[in-house]
């Protein structure tokens, strides 16, 4: 399995990694994707382990807690050998401050997770979302403090717009702060919106991509072609019908031809996996698996790599337009950014 290093700093990360929010007992917000716990919740680690996997992400709101709970002990005296990544924002409980990135939420959300996970340290600990009421300053302060205290030993963030990561970068360097060194957002061949200013950002600032939903809930597994059931994700998170258009059936066609084209010794997911990975700024790429099957085929995507010719076929296929000003500056200002433009134009 290839490391590599989280954005510019000295965290290696997996080019795989796996997502914890299917660990759940079925129960609590976004209990739904998922029901794994007890000895399955352990396989699964001990197969990421076995595959050289060394990254786990989960998030406190993930089953209301239990996932961080299943994770902490799936990992047991595993703990030291692995990167566990887990993240604060959603709402907790009914109180005003059991939301958001607040310095008082942050803090007992820290704890709280600490006490989840069993665990004396968060080695990645990332803010899940932008929140508008609360200063980036108070925020970044109260993350500071919880590295210096040895609690987490770096911050990344999730879901943000490009300004808003620049802006937070620009704040911890003013300040003296500690800086987001990871920001875990959506990527697939359905969803490429990030190369517009996300990802580029990424790389201009050192800051790595960690990635979410590279299969888009399984759509691009191409098992979905016949329905779907109400009980998959794809279908509990409304994705279905944004999937069913002439774009989204082209990518599985061109898909199958990848596929086709090597015979059949490599699946769909593999396929989907392995385009991500070959994509500029992107540091690790979290898998879900409900199942032990799911996950051994995922895992399969680390043994080999797709070729150019594949990769410019699978680009044309899921090409979207470009949203102003980057339309505007690869129409009128190629000439001066060759090198967005030629990775993700």
Not at 80 to 91: E, M, N
Not at 186 to 193: D, I, T, W
Not at 211 to 217: E, K
């Amino acid at each position: 399995m290839e490391n590599r290093f989280l954005g510019k700093s000295g965290l290696e990360l997996s080019v795989f990694g796996f997502g914890c929010m299917t660990f759940s007992d079925g129960v609590g917000r976004f209990g739904a994707t998922g029901a794994t716990h007890g000895e399955d919740a352990a396989r699964q680690i001990d197969l990421c382990l076995e595959h050289g996997i060394n990254f786990f992400d989960t998030a406190d709101v993930y089953a209301a807690g239990r996932s961080e709970e299943i994770l902490g002990e799936a990992l047991g005296k595993k703990r030291s050998r692995v990167t566990v990544a887990t993240k604060a924002f959603h709402r907790m409980g009914k109180g005003a401050h059991d939301v958001g990135l607040s310095r008082r939420h942050l803090v007992d959300a820290c704890e709280a997770s600490l006490r989840r996970l069993g665990t004396d340290w968060i080695d990645l600990y990332q803010v899940h979302s932008f929140d508008a009421l609360v200063l980036p300053e108070e925020t970044l302060r109260a993350l500071d403090d919880l590295v210096r205290a040895g609690k987490i030993r770096y911050i990344g963030c999730s879901n943000f717009a490009g300004w808003q990561l620049a802006k937070a970068l620009g704040i911890s360097k003013l300040e003296g702060l500690s800086s987001y060194i990871g920001q875990q957002i959506q990527y697939s061949l359905v969803a490429r919106s990030v190369e517009e200013e996300l990802l580029p950002c990424g790389v201009d600032m050192g800051v790595g991509a960690i990635i979410w939903s590279p299969l888009a809930q399984g759509f691009l597994s191409g098992k979905f072609r016949g329905g779907v059931d109400a009980a998959t994700r794809l279908e509990q998170m409304g994705a279905l019908k944004a999937y069913d258009n002439p774009r989204c059936q082209k990518i599985l066609e061109a898909i199958d031809s990848v596929v086709d084209g090597r015979g059949g010794s490599v699946t769909h997911s593999q396929v989907a996996l392995n385009w991500v990975k070959a994509r500029l700024g992107v540091t690790s790429i979290l898998l879900g698996a409900r199942t032990e099957s799911q996950l051994l085929d995922n895992l399969g995507a680390a043994t080999w790599s797709l070729t150019d010719d594949e990769i410019a076929a699978l680009d044309r296929a899921s090409q979207v337009a470009l949203h102003y000003p980057v339309s505007a500056q690869f129409s009128y200002a190629a000439e001066r950014n060759p090198s967005v433009f030629k990775r993700y134009g």
